[in-house]
């Protein structure tokens, strides 16, 4: 008898089994083979099979090293054709008896893991007042719209020249400056503007010439001689004062990247909106955006202002225009939110780039905060201005008559510097401004605290595809600022969401391998029980 030829009547207990995985792994897949070979595979009951490669695959499923005790009877496997890949292996691991035990087992696992991704992940989505579904961002890009005017950095020339470069390049044209009120006789033709630099402390304002558009920057420049007169080497510094342009250095958004626009609503619903903002509200084409946005929320306080209560669920479905005559029959009250989406969706039609904003804020089960309102872009400005209908706090404005937002409203009542600020409020009879905005600070206070985010709400209103739902939880999450901002909670939302993803595509394709090479088992046992059936006469050659 050749070391090829095993007796299947020889016992399994003389292989010799090395344990590098699991303990006892190895020596359980033996016995578990003495026990079956008897009556699962019939190939092995006719020596078909050997059985050191039967030992070698089923250790193998549980990460052990079985060899053979004599030499020359290792990868002789079953006579099957030449297999490649894993979906081969899978097919002479069945034909062999493993197959069950290991492949099975490793699919299980996989299932488990990618079943407990998917459940962290179900727990994010729906865990989102918790900041899971927003990401915390600085002033600059909730408040420095891309299509303003900015300054996004300086370029030094050789003999003090400074080229200060734009965020909107006008085009070339030719450019000249006045340093301190005093024109010079420089003049500078570039897509950005040139200034020379002179020692001292300057203000030096740019404009076009034969243009509109100009802007004042201001400088110290430090000589390398006052520093080299005092023994001291330095080269020449510069130092930027301030400028009537933000500097940019932050990304930045469209306004309507926030705002919503009249094709997210229905348009029968926008036709009746804009009859009612000419006929009942009273907007002209030659008013402001202030008294657009005072007459709008004016008539809204007038409509609504006494019918607050819990809204139904009827409610969340409807549109603006649809909850706005829904609470207006009686059959349903409103909360904040409706009231922000009905003056969102008004001033939309009126042109006013609106978008909603939210306050929110919990700690260990307490809510620290809960509203929602709006603000509105003034384009005389170029500022957003708060609008919030439920408070009656229609526009707020500062000493210097600047309209103000959500964030310097909360920094001024944390600092309890509200002095100055004056607000519009619709009265019995119209809109009226009150001077002493601390009338209003306890309404405030019960929202604006330390641990309060401001969540700015990018327009998902009437999103409600799967495409649109995965955008906004992943690619376009809203954007927050808070006194503590920590985007942990984002980071670890996209780690658990792609790590999902690419385990699923991994269990997908190891399921696709493992039923390709169930049937391949299955179609080559049945050709060897036939092959040694009485009736087929037939003999498998020895390899």
């Not at 495409?467 to 503590?484: E, G, R």
Request: with cysteine; aromatic share 12%; hydrophobic share 35%.
């Amino acid at each position: 008898m050749t070391s090829a030829e095993i007796k299947p009547t020889e016992p399994v207990s003389k292989l010799r089994v090395n344990r590098v995985g699991s303990a006892g792994a190895a020596d359980s897949v033996a016995k578990w083979l003495v026990h079956t070979r008897s009556c699962l595979y019939p190939p092995f009951r006719r020596g078909i099979c050997r059985v050191p490669s039967l030992t070698l695959w089923a250790a193998g499923s549980f990460g052990a090293n079985a060899t053979p005790e004599r030499s020359g009877q290792t990868k002789k496997g079953c006579p099957l054709p030449h297999r490649r890949g894993l979906a081969s292996k899978m097919a002479g691991c069945a034909a062999t008896g493993s197959f069950e035990i290991g492949s099975t087992n490793k699919l299980s696992l996989f299932l488990l893991i990618f079943i407990l991704l998917a459940g962290l992940n179900y727990y994010v989505f729906r865990n989102k007042d918790d900041g899971w579904l927003y990401r915390y961002v600085g002033y600059g890009t909730l408040y420095c719209p891309a299509e303003s005017q900015g300054i996004s950095g300086f370029d030094l020339h050789p003999g003090g020249e400074l080229q200060i470069k734009l965020t909107r390049q006008i085009g070339s044209c030719v450019w000249q400056s006045s340093v301190d009120g005093i024109e010079e006789d420089h003049f500078y033709e570039s897509p950005d503007p040139i200034i020379k630099l002179i020692p001292g402390s300057h203000t030096y304002h740019v404009r076009q010439k034969d243009a509109q558009f100009s802007f004042s920057v201001s400088f110290l420049m430090t000589p390398s001689k006052i520093y080299s007169d005092a023994n001291y080497k330095c080269a020449d510094n510069y130092e930027f004062l301030g400028s009537s342009l933000p500097l940019v250095n932050f990304p930045r958004h469209s306004i309507y990247d926030f705002a919503y626009k009249k094709s997210i609503y229905p348009q029968e619903d926008v036709a009746e909106a804009q009859g009612m903002l000419k006929n009942e509200m009273g907007l002209k084409e030659l008013d402001s955006t202030e008294d657009k946005i005072i007459k709008i929320a004016c008539f809204l306080q007038r409509q609504l202002s006494h019918l607050p209560g819990i809204p139904g669920d009827e409610m969340k479905s409807m549109s603006p225009l649809k909850q706005y005559h829904h609470v207006l029959a009686g059959d349903s009250g409103l909360w904040c939110s409706n009231f922000a989406m009905i003056f969102t969706f008004f001033a939309t039609c009126a042109d006013i780039p609106t978008r909603l904003v939210a306050l929110k804020g919990n700690m260990d089960g307490f809510k620290l905060s809960g509203h929602i309102f709006t603000e509105s872009y003034v384009p005389e400005q170029q500022r957003w201005a708060l609008v919030d209908i439920t408070s009656n706090t229609i526009m707020l404005k500062t000493k210097s008559g600047e309209f103000m937002n959500a964030l310097g409203l909360l920094h001024a009542v944390l600092a309890g510097n509200t002095d100055g600020i004056s607000a519009v409020q619709f009265g019995d009879d119209g809109a009226k401004r009150i001077t002493d905005f601390r009338v209003m600070l306890p309404d405030w206070k019960e929202y604006l605290n330390q641990g309060t985010s401001i969540v700015f709400y990018f327009p998902y209103l009437y999103h409600h595809s799967w495409h649109s739902k995965i955008s906004h939880y992943i690619l376009k999450p809203d954007l927050a600022y808070s006194l503590s901002p920590s985007n942990n909670k984002h980071y670890l939302k996209l780690l658990l969401f792609y790590s999902a993803i690419t385990w699923g595509f991994f269990c997908f394709s190891y399921l696709i391998l493992f039923l390709k090479g169930l049937l391949v088992s299955r179609r080559e046992r049945s050709l060897m029980d036939e092959a040694e059936s009485p009736q087929g006469n037939a003999k498998i050659p020895p390899s």
